[in-house]
């Protein structure tokens, strides 16, 4: 079932088209899966992920896309 729509999610990409919108079952089955990934992090029975250093390290890639689109040219993302 989900192989035939992954099927025309990478058409649609492929021919710079919208990709189809998920079925809500699928998306519903994610945010199980990220709630129980989040309740278990809490309980200390696994690393949370994105931690700080991951969210930092998005959030300079942000920034540097932002920039890069200002300046229209490839800039340098840099970490520390």
Wanted: a negative charge; glycine letters at 8%; aromatic letters at 8%.
């Amino acid at each position: 079932q989900y192989g035939l729509q992954f099927d025309a999610f990478a058409d649609a990409i492929r021919q710079n088209k919208p990709a189809p919108t998920p079925p809500i079952d699928a998306i519903n089955n994610m945010k199980v899966i990220e709630v129980d990934h989040l309740l278990r992090g809490l309980a200390g029975e696994q690393a949370l992920f994105p931690d700080f250093a991951a969210a930092l390290a998005i959030e300079r890639v942000i920034h540097g896309i932002v920039r890069s689109a200002g300046r229209r040219e490839w800039v340098t993302v840099g970490g520390a």
